[in-house]
Nanobody, 121 residues
Framework: QVSLVESGGGLVQAGGSLRLSCAAS????????MGWFRQAPGKEREFVAD????????NYAASVKGRVTISRDNAKNTVYLQMNSLQPEDTAVYYC??????????????WGQGTQVTVSS
């Protein structure tokens, strides 16, 4: 069982930056690939980025590539999402997930409760 708690969301102006964090409980954090997803109002949840267990491989959605960096610290049981050049269309609830990735596919086994990111124009 893995418990995930996101933090770092908030209100930011267009062009600004935010760093989201996701703290995981348990001693098996390094056994999971980690991912970030987001869900905007009225839309389905969508993939943002994921990172392999070792942190050596990352994948990004085309909509955020070049603006977002996912990283992890296995010693701290934490995964991060650094978001730069934020735009109003990035407004969403951002969710952290622990799971498995195979190539470009990520399957979530556990979800966090989400953190709100709002980008004003």
């Amino acid at each position: 069982q893995v418990s995930l708690v996101e933090s770092g969301g908030g209100l930011v102006q267009a062009g600004g930056s935010l760093r989201l964090s996701c703290a995981a409980s348990g001693r098996t954090f390094s056994s999971y690939a980690m991912g970030w997803f987001r869900q905007a109002p009225g839309k389905e949840r969508e993939f943002v980025a994921d990172i392999s267990m070792s942190g050596l491989r990352t994948n990004y959605a085309a909509s955020v590539k070049g603006r977002v960096t996912i990283s992890r610290d296995n010693a701290k049981n934490t995964v991060y999402l650094q978001m730069n050049s934020l735009q109003p269309e990035d407004t969403a609830v951002y969710y952290c997930a622990a799971g498995r990735n195979y190539g470009l596919s990520f399957t979530a086994d556990y979800w966090g409760q989400g953190t709100q990111v709002t980008v004003s124009s």
